[in-house]
């Protein structure tokens, strides 16, 4: 049964780290691109970071070199290690999912199929 389900959220003060867990089972095969989406009180939905079928990773500049997207095949697992974290990562955090095609890049923010209920990351001092 395909799912998607978030845990690993929580308060950290500037600096910190944080590791976001996704149970992906289902979504992890061949075929899928998956990934982590944040949405603030207000904001728009802003994609952090993807990684497809065959392991390319994708990120936002905002988070280059400070998170890093990996996926556990044999898990059906999702995380994205989330380190030197800014009040600006406060947000909602989704895992998401959807089929692509071979040699199609992952959708956009919004144009992700399946979602999980989210994780809240919250950065402040």
């Known amino acids: 049964q395909e799912q998607l389900m978030e845990s690993g959220g929580g308060s950290v003060e500037p600096g910190g780290s944080l590791r976001l867990s996704c149970a992906a089972s289902?979504?992890?095969?061949?075929?899928?691109?998956v990934g982590w989406i944040r949405q603030a009180p207000g904001t728009e939905r802003e994609g952090v970071a993807t990684i497809d079928s065959d392991g390319y990773t994708s990120y936002a500049d905002s988070v280059k070199g400070r998170f890093t997207i990996s996926k556990d095949n044999a898990k059906n697992t999702l995380a994205l290690q989330m380190n030197n974290l800014k009040p600006e990562d406060t947000a909602m955090y989704y895992c998401a999912a959807d089929s692509i095609p071979a040699g199609r890049a992952c959708p956009a923010a919004d144009e992700f199929a399946y979602w999980g209920q989210g994780t809240q990351v919250t950065v402040s001092s």
């Open positions: 289902g979504y992890i095969a061949s075929g899928y691109c």
